[in-house]
T-cell receptor, first 119, second 113 residues
Framework: GAVVSQHPSWVICKSGTSVKIECRSLDFQATTMFWYRQFPKQSLMLMATSNEGSKATYEQGVEKDKFLINHASLTLSTLTVTSAHPEDSSFYIC???????????????FGPGTRLTVT | ELKVEQNPLFLSMQEGKNYTIYCNYSTTSDRLYWYRQDPGKSLESLFVLLSNGAVKQEGRLMASLDTKARLSTLHITAAVHDLSATYFCAASYSGAGSYQLTFGKGTKLSVIP
């Protein structure tokens, strides 16, 4: 149980275009989803936290107009990178947390990641 | 602000040897996590430590938590090549309500035959 999927697993796009990444919790309801970015040989950096039905909370330094996050349902969150540039090339990983009243509420379940390359 | 420091950042060890990775965190945390990441892959959950003195073991890996010292350790026993990966610790504080994780920089482990 507790499987999180991401789509696509990798994407190459041209500079100036937009890319949408989907994060789905397949067998549980995710009240909170997190989006991370990881540059090569670096740690994960939290970009934003999204709760179903409400606006995402962005970390300092993350442009909310560039990285659009939508958490429209309890099983789906999307990250759209708008007007992508080569410096946005990175590994994007989402994670999902379940119902806070359940025992494993503190667990975050990570998706397999999406590698974005902007040319 | 919760900060997490790991050391060492790089670790090269011979098969069969033992070693420990250290994870210090700066402020109150009520959960400490250890993850493994293989190249090009996402994170694999290894351990979640919830209370002071907690110890968990899985195969050749054992994790412990000392909340008073704000220290967690990941001990590797009789390392094998398959353990080569990057290991991250992360801490969270539920008092913030969001269960956000703060990650250490990771320890890249290379086990040499």
């Amino acid at each position: 149980g507790a499987v999180v999927s991401q789509h696509p697993s990798w994407v190459i796009c041209k500079s100036g275009t937009s890319v949408k990444i989907e994060c789905r919790s397949l067998d549980f309801q995710a009240t909170t989803m997190f989006w991370y970015r990881q540059f090569p040989k670096q740690s994960l950096m939290l970009m934003a936290t999204s709760n179903e039905g409400s606006k995402a909370t962005y970390e300092q330094g993350v442009e909310k107009d560039k990285f659009l996050i939508n958490h429209a349902s309890l099983t789906l969150s999307t990250l759209t990178v708008t007007s992508a540039h080569p410096e946005d090339s990175s590994f994007y990983i989402c994670s999902a947390r379940g119902n806070p009243h359940r025992r494993a509420a503190y667990e975050q379940y990570f998706g397999p990641g999406t590698r974005l390359t902007v040319t | 602000e919760l900060k997490v420091e790991q050391n060492p950042l790089f670790l090269s060890m011979q098969e069969g040897k033992n070693y420990t990775i250290y994870c210090n965190y700066s402020t109150t945390s009520d959960r400490l996590y250890w993850y493994r990441q293989d190249p090009g892959k996402s994170l694999e959950s290894l351990f979640v430590l919830l209370s002071n003195g907690a110890v968990k073991q899985e195969g050749r890996l054992m994790a412990s938590l000392d909340t008073k010292a704000r220290l967690s350790t990941l001990h590797i026993t009789a390392a094998v090549h398959d353990l080569s990966a990057t290991y991250f610790c992360a801490a969270s504080y539920s008092g913030a309500g969001s269960y956000q994780l703060t990650f250490g920089k990771g320890t890249k482990l290379s086990v040499i035959p």
